[in-house]
């Protein structure tokens, strides 16, 4: 590689990190400021005050809390690797959620007005679909700051997918949500409508959707940190730490960790033998591997 191309490598990346960087700050924002605004339509509902009131002072903490966070991401540069680092760290991010559930159970069983019961139900499906994009992008952000270097080796990777089966899926809740809305019952219809958007943003993130020729091929690329699930629009790591064991049983390929054991079917990575032998050679000393089980 010349000079002249090893610059304009290096200047790509610095201008997809850029890009990274932003969307990741405009969903730190949208997260931070949906779950202010959550938390303000919430108390409001329980007073006596005028929808338009409610709604207004909404805006303005969605509004507020959105710049805020937006700032607070641009000065805090290791946000993004430090939220996207631990899975307790992406899981506290939708967890808080929680409270919102909480409050909407509780409004079931209570005196709570209708619009309480609405408000913190909307907040609670909102909150939770943000915050799980947000931390599917901080994960990504993670692991490009543990890769950084050339991969070692990269097989061509096809995600599994039914795509009839996802496609039944969000035609029936969405067909129930509208049943649901159109017979008043506005709860219902939001938690119809929250599962089909979380269905479709799951199914972006894992690559069983993919929009058009947008994102990156997915790939399955062995670093020496670990190795990466590159999806479309997300990538995952697998540290060699956490690898008890590596084997080729029938047509799988098994990392065995724990509870969280990853697969790969041959259907997914033609070369289960080559990926096999690639892994072994990055395994930390002492990890036993076999090639049929």
Request: net charge negative; proline share 4%; charged share 20%.
């Amino acid at each position: 590689m010349t000079d002249r191309d090893s610059s304009r490598s290096l200047e790509r990346g610095e201008e997809a990190t850029e890009r990274s960087d932003l969307a990741f700050r405009l969903a730190f924002g949208g997260y931070v400021g949906v779950l202010l605004a959550g938390i303000v339509a919430s108390v409001l509902a329980l007073t006596d005050r005028p929808s338009i009131v409610v709604l207004g002072a909404t805006v303005v903490a969605l509004l507020s809390g959105c710049l805020v966070a937006i700032a607070l991401a641009r000065h805090a540069g290791g946000l993004a690797v430090w939220l996207g680092g631990t899975r307790g760290r992406r899981s506290a991010i939708v967890l808080l959620a929680g409270p919102f559930g909480m409050a909407t159970a509780a409004s079931l069983v209570t005196a709570f007005p209708s619009r309480f019961t609405n408000a913190t139900l909307g907040a609670g499906i909102v909150v939770a679909i943000v915050g799980a994009v947000l931390g599917w992008m901080a994960q990504s952000r993670a692991v490009n700051a543990v890769t950084g270097d050339e991969p070692a080796a990269t097989w061509q990777w096809q995600p599994p997918s039914s795509p009839k089966l996802d496609a039944v899926l969000l035609a029936t809740w969405a067909l129930l949500g509208a049943t649901a809305a159109a017979s008043g019952d506005w709860a219902e219809s939001m938690l119809w409508a929250g599962l089909a958007a979380f269905w479709v943003c799951s199914s972006l993130v894992e690559g069983r959707w993919r929009v058009g020729s947008v994102g990156e091929t997915p790939e399955i690329r062995v670093y020496d940190a670990g190795l990466v699930k590159q999806r479309p629009y997300t990538r995952s790591l697998v540290s060699w730490s956490d690898v008890s064991h590596v084997r080729v049983r029938e047509d799988e390929l098994v990392l065995d960790r724990g509870l969280f054991d990853v697969r790969f079917d041959r259907d997914e990575l033609a070369e289960l033998e080559a990926i096999r032998a690639e892994i072994e050679r990055h395994l930390p000393d002492g990890v036993p591997s076999a090639v049929a089980e």
